[in-house]
């Protein structure tokens, strides 16, 4: 089951959904942003497979925790971790996810 939505910030696709795992991959543009977020009971794994993915974990817009994630790197997202993925202002990131399929369990802020 393959499908791509164009978003405000690039493009997502899913390679793969089953009853076990989800797998998509999303493109950022350069200096684009997706809105913070987090899962009550999904975990997300993050591998950056081309560019430099800026991981936000800050808890809030006056908090500042960004991690850089070069190509070829790892990271994992537990249940009840705020989050945001960005691009950095010079250069698109693409990015694949591969989480657990729980159904509604992603809440997005107000920004």
């Given at each position: 089951m393959k499908s791509k939505t164009k978003e405000s910030w690039g493009h997502?696709?899913?390679?793969?959904?089953?009853?076990?795992?989800?797998?998509?991959?999303?493109?950022?543009?350069?200096g684009q942003k997706l809105?913070?977020?987090?899962?009550?009971?999904?975990?997300?794994?993050?591998?950056?497979?081309e560019g430099v993915l800026l991981l936000d974990l800050s808890e809030s817009e006056d908090e500042s925790n960004v991690l850089k994630l070069e190509s070829g790197k790892f990271w994992q997202i537990y249940p009840k971790k705020v989050y945001r993925f960005c691009a950095p202002s010079d250069q698109n990131v693409v990015l694949f996810t591969i989480t657990t399929p729980e159904k509604k369990d992603v809440f997005y802020f107000n920004e």
């Open positions: 997502e696709e899913t390679i793969a959904h089953t009853s076990k795992y989800i797998v998509k991959k999303l493109s950022i543009r350069a809105k913070r977020r987090f899962h009550l009971r999904e975990k997300e794994n993050v591998y950056v497979d």
